[in-house]
């Protein structure tokens, strides 16, 4: 069966670090990926696409990486910032239909 | 970007009601609509594909009896959860596309339903 894996247990990390994401998926052969932010009780906002030809995206402080042979996906932090914290999911694209991971959790403190 | 307007934010209703929530496309037209659902902690689990004009298309486990779904316009999606049981209690998103070979979701606010 297709899974999307990312860590649960929420990342805490201080101010001013680079906070580091998995996306790991099984039984996908995604043309793209994509990393969406969540806040409590609101629903995702779309951050970035990256497609299967692609190594490295990066927008702003925000940087995806998409390696296919290892059917996972880095999504990067960097100099973060308390109003970073959310929750970060991963979702793939399987017979036309976005699917998500289960997310995991930034908190960043000052 | 584009805007997904969703309404109501949250609801309280009685076992037995039925609830209806409505999804706006409010700066583009929106030929696909997603509905999905989410429980504390867990991923968005797809719901149901309302497409504009025809019937919605559903996923295997979804009562498409209970879940009706109307996608009259390109620009207006409802979901109306019928006789709404606690179990139903969940927090129900609705996403547009764009379209024209934009991948990318525009999500609306989202529905608290908490049945009672």
């Known amino acids: 069966s297709q899974k999307i894996e990312q860590n649960s247990e929420a990342l805490n990390i201080q101010e001013g670090k680079t906070a580091t994401l998995t996306c790991n998926y099984t039984?996908?052969?995604?043309?793209?990926l994509q990393w969406y932010r969540q806040d409590p009780g609101r629903g995702p906002v779309f951050l970035l696409l990256?497609?299967?030809?692609?190594k490295e995206k990066r927008k702003e402080r925000l940087k995806v990486t998409f390696d296919t042979t290892l059917k996972q996906s880095l999504f990067h932090i960097t100099a973060s910032q308390p109003a970073d914290s959310a929750t970060y999911l991963c979702?793939?694209?399987?017979?036309?239909?976005?699917?998500f991971g289960a997310g995991t959790q930034v908190v960043v403190t000052p | 970007g584009a805007v997904v307007s969703q309404h109501p934010s949250w609801v309280i209703c009685k076992s037995g009601t039925s609830v209806k929530i409505e999804c706006r496309s409010l700066?583009?037209?929106?030929?696909?609509m997603f509905w999905y659902r989410q429980f504390p902690k867990q991923s968005l689990m797809l719901m149901a594909t309302?497409?504009?004009?025809?019937?919605?298309?559903?996923e295997q486990g979804v009562e498409k009896d209970k879940f009706l779904i109307n996608h009259a316009s390109l620009t207006l999606s409802t979901l109306t959860v019928t006789s709404a049981h606690p179990e139903d209690s969940s927090f129900y998103i609705c996403?547009?596309?764009?379209?024209?070979?934009?991948?990318?979701?525009?999500f609306g606010s989202g529905t608290q339903l908490s049945v009672l």
């Open positions: 990256i497609r299967e030809n692609e």
């Open positions: 700066d583009f037209q929106a030929t696909t």
């Open positions: 996403s547009a596309t764009a379209g024209g070979g934009n991948e990318k979701l525009f």
């Open positions: 309302s497409n504009e004009g025809s019937k919605a298309t559903y």
């Open positions: 039984n996908y052969s995604p043309a793209y």
């Open positions: 979702a793939l694209t399987s017979w036309g239909k976005l699917q």
